[in-house]
DNA sequence: TATAATCGGTTGCCGTGGCAACAAAATCAG
DNA sequence: CTGATTTTGTTGCCACGGCAACCGATTATA
């Protein structure tokens, strides 16, 4: 119980309070084995998640078959909830890129959900809208080495010079709409102009700028 | 006042209920001049709205001056909400395309809110949140014919048979992440090809598919 | 009505990056 | 350790579409 008043959707909120909301959000813990769909595009959204442990990954498939990556969940994040109180069909698959511990929750009572319970929803909403406008701004850029380039200093800016990716090759290049072949072929042109260095998914920027 | 009733935000809500939360949500009504901006990117978002009559479209602008428009606003639709209750700064700017009419909202009173505003709003928020993913979606078309014709299938789907679209060439080109002169050689290029017909931005798909 | 400004269509040029196919490296299974 | 599978890097080909430049049509301003 200890680890959910850690959780950005109890922010701020006593144990006592947090057991009380749990009821309102029929709470439910859940093991969930790597490779697994939580959430299926298309279909409608029944119930929501916190991740307590593991990887999600967020994925759109298009008519061509084209896989494209849209976000990647790490512990603590939460999953489903925005679109729980619309008839909205699901945008993406959310599957396990590795076993998980999830907290599941809904059908929720919002007549009982304390209001500090609903403003850190809401904040969570907004900097997950937030993060699919950031990708959009990224797809929005033609040119792929500035596109890579937007990319990784942003990921600069959050997590310091040295940073570890959330992807493998095939799932950056997913994120960024782009090949993988074309995108390793950039990666390595940038490394030799010196714009950065990586090795796997670890990166740095050597600020040369460009 | 009655005009509010319709909209949305106050779905299944008698007058008299409307009236008590409008002071809770401290609405305001103003006119907005064309052209003007309501949002600017980049800053906090501090208060959001109701578009009343008129049109807005958000656009972001890339480091490299280019344009792109994330969405068109028709009356009736709130904006900036999603980003009222967290501190990430506004990834569009909104401006007014025509002259408008407004109802500001904000700061909000969370805690006098009705459960059931809650529960309309986060169903406009999920709506809001589903179209952003429509337009990832056409993102990751690589092909730019089969991107035109998802989009426009979407359209057909959505407003029939015959339809018109919010934008001009240049908006619609910069929704689309496309270079204006390339879609309309595409444009044509479907045209000739038997697979839709427009003049304007009224537009009409013929069936045959692809 | 003249003039400017905006909008849409057309066309040639040519670079970017998708695609396919292969090679090397790393990871996994038995 | 050996073979299989996955992951990443490399390279040639060439079509798609960005870009620029131009023109006609439509709309706004005076």
């Given at each position: 119980m200890t680890e959910l008043?850690?959780l950005?959707?109890?922010?701020?909120?006593?144990?006592?309070?947090v057991a009380?909301?749990m009821t309102?959000l029929r709470g439910q813990k859940a093991q969930i084995?790597?490779?697994?769909?939580l959430?299926?595009?298309?279909?409608?959204?029944?119930r929501c998640g916190i991740l307590l442990s593991g990887?999600?990954?967020?994925?759109?498939?298009?008519?061509?078959?084209?896989?494209?990556?849209?976000?990647?969940?790490?512990a603590?994040?939460?999953?489903?909830?925005?679109?729980?109180?619309?008839?909205?069909?699901?945008?993406?698959?959310?599957?396990?890129?590795?076993d998980c511990r999830v907290l599941w929750l809904g059908?929720?009572?919002?007549?009982?959900?304390?209001?500090?319970?609903?403003?850190?929803?809401?904040?969570?909403?907004?900097?997950?809208?937030?993060?699919?406008?950031?990708?959009?701004?990224?797809?929005?850029?033609?040119?792929?080495?500035?596109?890579?380039?937007?990319?990784?200093?942003?990921?600069?800016?959050?997590?310091?010079?040295?940073?570890?990716?959330?992807?493998?090759?095939?799932?950056?290049?997913?994120?960024?709409?782009?090949?993988?072949?074309?995108?390793?072929?950039?990666?390595?042109?940038?490394?030799?102009?010196?714009?950065?260095?990586?090795?796997?998914?670890?990166?740095?920027?050597?600020?040369?700028?460009?």
């Amino acid at each position: 119980m200890t680890e959910l008043t850690g959780l950005p959707l109890f922010a701020g909120m006593d144990e006592k309070t947090v057991a009380e909301q749990m009821t309102a959000l029929r709470g439910q813990k859940a093991q969930i084995s790597k490779g697994s769909v939580l959430i299926r595009e298309g279909e409608k959204t029944e119930r929501c998640g916190i991740l307590l442990s593991g990887q999600l990954q967020g994925q759109q498939i298009n008519e061509d078959g084209a896989l494209s990556v849209i976000t990647t969940l790490s512990a603590g994040m939460m999953f489903g909830e925005i679109l729980i109180f619309s008839d909205h069909p699901a945008p993406v698959t959310l599957t396990a890129v590795t076993d998980c511990r999830v907290l599941w929750l809904g059908p929720v009572d919002l007549a009982r959900a304390d209001a500090r319970l609903i403003r850190n929803l809401l904040s969570i909403i907004g900097k997950e809208y937030w993060a699919l406008h950031q990708k959009i701004r990224y797809c929005a850029i033609v040119s792929l080495r500035k596109r890579i380039y937007a990319y990784l200093s942003d990921r600069e800016k959050e997590a310091g010079k040295e940073f570890t990716l959330p992807f493998d090759r095939n799932g950056m290049a997913a994120y960024l709409n782009a090949d993988r072949s074309a995108l390793s072929r950039e990666l390595s042109r940038m490394k030799t102009d010196g714009i950065l260095e990586y090795h796997k998914n670890q990166f740095r920027l050597t600020g040369k700028g460009l």
